[in-house]
């Protein structure tokens, strides 16, 4: 079944605000897919109550905790996860934790009533090539790596990774069941910000991504596109008519 494109955008609400973030929610509902919340705000409103938050205006929630621990704690979150219920959509983990932590976290997951889906990050877009090989230290090129913790995500369970669009083709051919997720979305009116590996939001589509991962650009938007609504409209209007064009 074909999934409408409004339906791939997930709203980054980066804010220590829950207030904020449910006004954000509450406005843009209809018009996306969801809402990633993450480690800002739910440091600072706190996991539960911002889950039941967001659930209680109608938003599905992505929760990018990003964990990356030994097993038994991974594990631990990832149960403490799953109690809140089908409100959460999507959890991410850290691939580079690897396979160990990987599979406790599936197991935890599939010993609960509830599972969300489980999504290993890949490689942040805001490390460029540069970083990964002088501080990191991989002396894989950047795709190949992605490829590498994609598939290892793969083997060991989890639904889908999050990755760069500019890695999603080369994803999608080495693993073409898994979901993936992508950050590192810039339309063409918006700046790049900390972010280093960008695409629009069409062209990432067009690429294979799952769910386009949307922030600054509909949160705080340029003033000449106006507010968050009429950002997020800007980007389905843009993504519909690329959509029509396939
Ligand atoms: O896991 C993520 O969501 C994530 C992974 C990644 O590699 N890069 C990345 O930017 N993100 C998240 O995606 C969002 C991007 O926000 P904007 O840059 O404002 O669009 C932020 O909430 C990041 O935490």
């Known amino acids: 079944m074909q999934v409408p494109p409004h339906e791939r955008i997930l709203v980054a609400l980066d804010t220590p605000e829950l207030d904020r973030a449910v006004a954000l ?22 996991t539960p ?11 599905s929630v992505f929760l990018d905790l ?21 409100a959460v959509r999507m959890l991410t983990l850290h691939c580079t934790g690897g396979s160990a932590m990987l599979r406790a976290a599936v197991a935890a997951a599939q010993s609960m009533p509830y599972r969300p889906l489980l999504l290993g990050v890949t490689v942040l877009t805001s490390l460029d090539a540069a970083a990964l090989a002088g501080e990191l230290q991989v002396r894989q090129e950047v795709a190949e790596y992605v490829v590498h913790l994609a598939r290892m995500a793969r083997d060991c369970g989890l639904d889908g990774v999050v990755a ?24 063409l009116w918006a700046g790049e910000g900390d972010q280093r590996r960008v695409m629009p939001p069409a062209a990432a589509l067009r690429a294979g991504a ?13 003033a000449a596109i106006g507010d968050p609504a009429a950002a997020a409209a800007r980007i389905v209007a843009e993504l519909e008519q690329d959509h029509r064009t396939l």
Do not use: M, W
């Open 25 to 46: 929610a509450a406005q843009l509902r209809g018009q996306v897919g969801g809402f990633k919340v993450g480690l800002e705000l739910c440091t600072a409103a706190g």
């Open 49 to 59: 109550q911002v889950v039941q938050a967001i659930a209680a205006v109608g938003g």
């Open 210 to 222: 799952d769910y386009l991962v949307i922030g600054r650009p509909i949160t705080n938007p340029p």
């Open 164 to 187: 760069s669009p500019h890695e999603v083709g080369a994803i999608r051919a080495a693993c073409p069941d898994v979901r993936i997720v992508t950050p590192g979305i810039r339309p």
């Open 66 to 86: 990003k964990l990356h621990d030994i097993p038994n704690t991974v594990a631990g979150a990832v149960r403490a996860v799953c109690v809140l219920g089908p």
